[in-house]
């Protein structure tokens, strides 16, 4: 049973009305999003006439440009990882979930489906967290865009049984109550099954805080305006990743068909008797690729001739180029970020030179992320029952940035005296002022000493 059927099955069960159609529309938007980034999309299967006049089905072959991408915009994010300032009871807790581990991952999987959703949860007398992709999110309560309540969706197989779990969680005065519904999947029927399958005790459970936070892709929603939902961030390629599956298999093809071929006169191929049919049928040899055969009395057309077509490999892979140019635009990136000619990803330096689309798409995604990990601490210190404090979450560019570059810019201003020496310092080491004006000191001191003291002054 598809996700979407399980969402409009499960939801009848539980409240006993039909699930509105703008679910099941965002549900089977992120259902062809995730086959387009496992590379099963639905335009690979085509059929076409044979010459008996019969309709054949072939699957193209596909070079997976949407995980391509995905993968070189999560790299690209988590190039380094943030510096996460929060109290050390709630560090323990992310790290002992791995939290960062895993983050890159997920955050590959929220560009695709367009959103990734951490859910804190207490058992046994630790706190965890679950990643919940959004094909398993329903929002049900939000105001500006801020999901409130929302319906999760767990699909597992236990004992060689699908089970499925509706896990709502709707605000009760200052705090929140969650409650659970199970089933066991049935063919198309769902069963109701008991809390233990998934190791519940209670059907209702109750917590001080929010414990979900929706991590959205930052690009608006265009395809449901009204909706708080985010998109894939290959929502609006969908016709470009469709042409380059398109090409790279007329590239596989072109290669197929460009193999070498040598004309040879019939009577110098072999022939094997059919038992069967007691004819003599001409004998294929499927490891011999080079020699083709036909028959005729033109003494001149009895010579070995090669037949080998040119192959149109440089003007498919030019195709192709132009294809990722036009998905890197469409998708926030520079045009030439992805490339088929064995450059890859731009360098740091270029990313950054050219001020481009691709890091202010980078920072883009980094504030959406952060506000979610900030947000998430925030559950964690509910839960911890610590209060509130000073949590912020600060992204190291210097990979992106450059740091060669940067330091030669920041040393051309201190030489040039448009800026101040223990500003310089904070900018390239990243300190704070009373830090820098005491290292600032240390060097006018030590450049006092060698004499050397006014050459940058």
């Keep these: 049973m598809t996700i979407v059927g399980v969402v409009k099955m499960i939801w009848n069960k539980v409240t006993g009305k039909d699930v509105s159609a703008d679910v099941l529309n965002a549900e089977s938007r992120i259902d062809t999003w995730r086959k387009v980034y496992r590379g099963t999309p639905e335009w690979l299967d085509y059929w076409y006439p044979t010459l008996k006049g019969r309709m054949q089905k072939r699957v193209r072959k596909t070079m997976k440009p949407a995980k391509i991408l995905c993968s070189e915009i999560a790299g690209l994010i988590w190039a380094e990882r943030p510096k996460l300032t929060t109290d050390e009871r709630v560090q323990k807790v992310l790290d002992d979930c791995l939290f960062f581990d895993n983050a890159q991952r997920e955050s590959e999987l929220m560009l695709a489906l367009g959103a990734t959703i951490p859910k804190a949860y207490r058992k046994d007398g630790r706190i965890g967290i679950d990643w919940v992709q959004a094909d398993r999110f329903i929002p049900v ?85 009204d909706s708080p939902l985010s998109i894939s961030c290959f929502a609006n390629a969908l016709d470009t990743i469709e042409s380059l599956d398109i090409a790279f298999d007329a590239l596989q093809s072109e290669i197929v068909l460009g193999k070498k071929r040598i004309i040879v006169p019939a009577g110098a191929v072999r022939y094997v008797m059919n038992t069967e049919t007691g004819k003599a049928e001409r004998y294929f040899d499927p490891s011999d690729e080079v020699f083709q055969a036909f028959s005729t009395d033109d003494k001149d057309n009895l010579k070995i001739s090669d037949n080998t077509v040119e192959m149109r490999i440089e003007e498919i892979r030019r195709a192709i180029q132009t294809l990722l140019d036009i998905l890197a635009i469409q998708t926030g990136l520079n045009p030439g970020s992805i490339s088929f000619d064995g450059a890859g990803m731009k360098t740091a330096t270029e990313v950054i030179s050219e001020n481009s689309k691709t890091f202010k ?97």
């Design 141 to 225: 309560t939000w105001d500006d865009s801020i999901i409130t309540e929302a319906d999760f969706i767990d699909r597992r197989v236990i004992n060689k049984k699908q089970y499925v779990r509706i896990e709502r969680h709707r605000k009760n005065g200052e705090g929140y109550t969650i409650t659970s519904d199970c089933f066991e999947e049935v063919g198309s029927q769902l069963v109701p099954a008991p809390l233990a399958v998934f190791g519940l005790e209670d059907a209702e459970q109750t917590s001080p805080v929010k414990l979900f936070h929706y991590i959205g892709n930052p690009e608006a929603n265009n395809l449901d305006t």
């Design 361 to 457: 798409t980078k920072k883009g995604y980094e504030n959406a992320i952060g506000t979610g990990i900030i947000g998430l601490c925030k559950t964690i210190r509910g839960l911890l029952e610590i209060g509130d404090g000073d949590d912020s979450i600060e992204w190291d560019d210097s990979v992106i940035e450059d740091r060669a570059s940067k330091t030669n810019y920041v040393h051309g201003r201190l030489t040039g005296g448009t800026v101040s020496r223990w500003r310089a310092i904070m900018e390239l080491d990243g300190v704070d002022e009373a830090e820098a004006k005491k290292r600032a000191a240390e060097i006018e001191q030590e450049l006092a000493v060698s004499g050397m003291g006014g050459m940058f002054e």
